[in-house]
């Protein structure tokens, strides 16, 4: 099936979306995260909660998606196989119909409690700039920075098939 893995610095979850991706097919991920655990909603339907939420004692941590080469030895082998088009980090929750009225849209990188906005649209290179006020850079790790970008839904994308690869903000 398809699984959506949490690690949140002392507690690693799996929510499995009841069905495997399809290759080729473009979903929309979204955690809302809190103290309490997290839920997960794709293509904007919400597809359940798990206990692994926001650690307030975790800091100094680099947010990874994925993990490249087996780097976390906690969690090794959980690496991202696919495409992304964007990363957005919000402060406070999203309800479910923002989620499923924003999902298809790309944001200016002024909306309030926008915290981090990741287009991926660079087309090159292995650094992605923050479109938010935050003005964080990423680092895009074990991938061919010159040709792994495609478009996406909203832009341009990382590509990360086929092998695995790890976007580090």
Do not use: C
């Amino acid at each position: 099936g398809g699984y959506v893995g949490v690690y949140n610095g002392s507690v690693f979850q799996v929510i499995s979306k009841g069905s495997a991706f399809n290759a080729g097919q473009w979903y929309h991920v979204a955690l809302v995260m809190d103290t309490g655990g997290s839920d997960l909603y794709i293509d904007g339907t919400f597809i359940g909660r798990i206990a692994a939420g926001i650690n307030s004692g975790v800091t100094g941590r680099d947010l990874v998606i994925g993990d490249p080469n087996g780097a976390n030895t906690a969690f090794a082998n959980e690496q991202w196989i696919g495409d992304i088009d964007n990363v957005r980090i919000w402060s406070g929750s999203r309800t479910a119909q923002e989620i499923l009225n924003n999902r298809d849209s790309r944001l200016t990188g002024s909306e309030a409690n926008l915290v981090t906005y990741f287009e991926f649209d660079e087309g090159a290179g292995n650094t992605v700039n923050d479109q938010s006020p935050s003005q964080l850079v990423g680092t895009l790790t074990n991938m061919d920075s010159n040709t792994d970008y495609v478009d996406g839904p909203i832009g341009r994308a990382h590509v990360s098939t086929p092998a695995p690869h790890s976007p580090r903000m």
